[in-house]
């Protein structure tokens, strides 16, 4: 089977470019449902020869279109409007072209660029359509009402072009639920491409968070919450590990509180896993997410979670009570309250973890990818 995804390019260090790595590596050593080898590319547009982020297994092709959008990312919005739609039709052209000269079985668009292009491209493939974001997030992030307007416009066309695809993958089932009643819908998890042998012993009074420091993980609400827990339990750290464009303003912060000697702001590192082996659980203070893999990586360490409810993915993952505590979106004193119950009942605290670590492992690539090939199956079989 002949399987082809495209993207802007594999260049990036982001979530959704490890998501694609893992697996276009995974089905390049797999089986197709034909019993035949995969045959996987990665069609990109804005790739320039530049070298993959993550790692590539050497049967893993990869075409570049040469469009380059990114290039004109700065120009003023109507000179950026006029420039793409002259891109557009180009990036039509050549993705058609070695559509049809490659004959895959399945394309998969990761909603970049080419999505409302290759829903119309007749090469006799299947077409599938992945979110890595969420439908409430795109709101959520426009913060004027002018914003809100043309964003909810905008989710109104996009369902026209969603239909045109056999299937359409989204993360979890809140944000499916958010789509309405899409017939091409369903659900496909991210997952942990590797599973740790070793667990947390939660023997730190260390409350853990991981991410980028900006709008979206909302840290200032955290350091909030976090001046009430420092009050009940001085001798407890939160340790944030990220960089990012808040990070002064988080700074002044943590000082205008006076707990820099309680919260230490710690740049993003690639040996995340002895940061999660030395803390006793994970906090998450986000206005919005897709499917965080901090918080699947946290829980296979045997972490709980304490977090607001945010779309999309705490629901989805956590049981109040079981593996962890959700309490209101934006709620700092109920983010603190649960904090500090946590911390207070550390033998909770080790049955959360045990229950962590199993529901880690329904994220396992085995299980996930499983999915995949059953979609693959399926679709192969209309086709």
């Known amino acids: 089977m002949k399987i082809v995804y495209t993207i802007t390019g594999m260049y990036n260090s982001g979530g959704m470019e490890r998501v694609l790595a893992n697996k276009a590596n995974y089905l390049s050593h797999a089986k197709g449902v034909d019993g035949k080898s995969n045959k996987v590319i990665i069609i990109t547009t804005d790739q320039k020869n530049r070298k993959p982020f993550f790692y590539l297994f050497e049967d893993v092709r990869c075409i570049d279109l040469g469009i380059n959008y990114e290039d004109d990312a700065q120009l003023p919005l109507p000179f950026r409007l006029f420039a793409t739609k002259k891109k557009k039709a180009i990036h039509r052209m050549r993705l058609r072209d070695v559509l049809l000269k490659e004959k895959a079985d399945i394309v998969i668009s990761m909603f970049d660029y080419d999505f409302d292009i290759l829903c119309d491209v007749e090469d006799g493939s299947s077409k599938i359509l992945e979110y890595h974001f969420s439908r409430e997030a795109k709101m959520i992030e426009a913060r004027s009402w002018l914003k809100r307007t043309i964003q909810s416009m905008r989710l109104k066309s996009w369902l026209k072009i969603i239909r045109k695809y056999d299937k359409f993958v989204v993360l979890t089932e809140r944000d499916k639920r958010s789509w309405g009643d899409l017939p091409n819908i369903m659900v496909i998890p991210n997952y942990l491409p590797t599973f740790p042998d070793k667990l947390a012993p ?8 991981v991410g980028r ?4 993980k909302n840290f200032h609400l955290l350091i909030r919450a976090w001046s009430k827990v420092h ?39 690639s040996q995340i896993a002895s940061e999660y082996l030395n803390a006793s659980f994970l906090a998450m203070s986000s206005r919005y997410e897709g499917f965080p893999m901090v918080m699947l990586e946290a829980m296979a360490h045997g972490l709980p979670i304490v977090t607001v409810d945010y779309p999309c993915g705490a629901s989805d993952v956590i049981t109040n009570g079981l593996n962890g505590i959700v309490v209101g979106s934006s709620d700092s004193l109920g983010l603190a309250n649960a904090i500090i119950t946590l911390i207070n009942d550390n033998a909770n605290l080790r049955k959360m973890s045990v229950s962590a670590r199993h529901k880690a492992e329904e994220y396992t690539e085995s299980r996930v990818m499983g999915i995949w090939q059953n979609l693959f199956r399926e679709i192969s079989s209309k086709s």
Not at 246 to 254: F, M, P, R, T
């Open 202 to 209: 939660l023997n730190n009074k260390i409350v853990l968070s």
């Open 231 to 269: 009050i009940k339990c001085p001798d407890w750290r939160l340790v944030i590990r990220g960089n990012g464009d808040d990070k002064d303003s988080i700074i002044q912060l943590i000082d205008k509180l006076s707990l820099s000697e309680s919260v230490s702001l710690l740049p993003s590192t």
């Open 213 to 216: 420091l900006s709008y979206q």
